[in-house]
């Protein structure tokens, strides 16, 4: 059994305030019994954040800074492949920042009036659009090919300028986002969102963008790790309270449901991401200092934790 948490910790006074009031029982035993492996280090500033480089890595695909080929692995398909996400853009005085974490009362019909209505655009740059979810498209062109983007994870709440792909070969990116500005304004979908009274569908985020590797090229993939998403909301709305009551609860589930396979003899990891860092723990023997010291007093989560 693997758990993979990401948004375990995030690089703000909020959460490092709700972090030191934090009680996490499960959690500490089960890093006490547990080995870290090396610290898997980066910065808030990577295209691609901690928790998606340690699922790539545990699944096989190339772990290459914004090119992990997620929408090609969900497409299942050969070629360069990228998720376009309908989104809402805020327009400030200073900055364009992406809202989120996702749009609301969203319905397939109104995903898929815009889509068509988006297809015509995307094909001229030799795009092919394939709707997959409300909230998520599967897109495929030769354009994606090495074409570096940033998670959706890393852009919500956040101004867009800093995030965009800014290489010769995103030029055209940058058009079709322009173009698809003004067809969305004027958009029949979003007048009837305007008389419901939620935001408008204004631009789209391309991400998840890359190739599969060929299938002799491919490392061995490990178990498929249970990512477990209920801090995410909360963190990119920075609501700490929110996040802590999360916490507590994934403690008093799915770290216990850990523990009791390690008390059942199975081979248990976890994996721990903040905006920076990611670490795993393994089952493995542990020096017997190691032991000792696990027996007499074990450090608080929150230690382990700051260093994501």
């Given at each position: 059994m693997h758990l993979l948490i990401p948004f375990a910790f995030c690089s703000s006074e909020g959460c490092s305030s709700?972090?030191?009031?934090l009680k996490l029982p499960q959690l500490e035993k089960l890093l006490s019994r547990l080995t870290a492996e090396r610290l898997d280090t980066g910065d808030e500033l990577t295209l691609s954040p901690p928790h998606e480089r340690a699922l790539a890595r545990a699944l096989g695909l190339p772990v290459q800074d914004g090119l992990i080929p997620w929408a090609a692995l969900q497409s299942q398909a050969d070629g360069a492949w990228g998720f376009v996400t309908p989104c809402h853009w805020q327009v400030g005085s200073k900055h364009v920042a992406m809202s989120g974490p996702a749009l609301p009362d969203f319905p397939a019909q109104e995903s898929q009036a815009l889509l068509a209505a988006m297809q015509p655009y995307f094909a001229e740059d030799g795009?092919?659009?394939?709707?997959d979810q409300p909230e998520r498209w599967?897109?495929?062109g030769d354009a994606f090919a090495g074409l570096a983007t940033a998670s959706l994870d890393r852009v919500v709440g956040r101004n867009v300028a800093s995030w965009m792909p800014d290489t010769h070969s995103a030029v055209n990116l940058q058009r079709l986002?322009?173009?698809m500005q003004m067809l969305l304004y004027s958009h029949p979908v979003n007048?009837?969102?305007a008389a419901r009274g939620v935001p408008p569908v204004n631009s789209f985020w391309l991400s998840g963008t890359g190739s599969l590797p060929q299938p002799s090229r491919q490392p061995a993939v490990e178990a498929e790790p249970l990512v477990i998403t209920a801090l995410?909301?909360?963190a990119l709305r920075e609501d700490w309270a929110a996040w802590a009551k999360a916490w507590q609860a994934i403690d008093a589930t799915q770290c216990v449901t850990l523990l009791a396979a390690l008390d059942r003899g199975e081979s248990s990891q976890l994996t721990l991401c903040g905006e920076r860092n990611a670490q795993r723990f393994i089952t493995q023997p542990k020096p017997i200092l190691t032991r000792l010291i696990s027996f007499f007093g074990t450090q608080p989560p929150s230690i382990v934790l700051e260093q994501l």
């Open positions: 709700a972090l030191h009031s795009i092919t659009l394939h709707y599967l897109a495929c986002q322009s173009e007048d009837a969102r995410r909301d909360a």
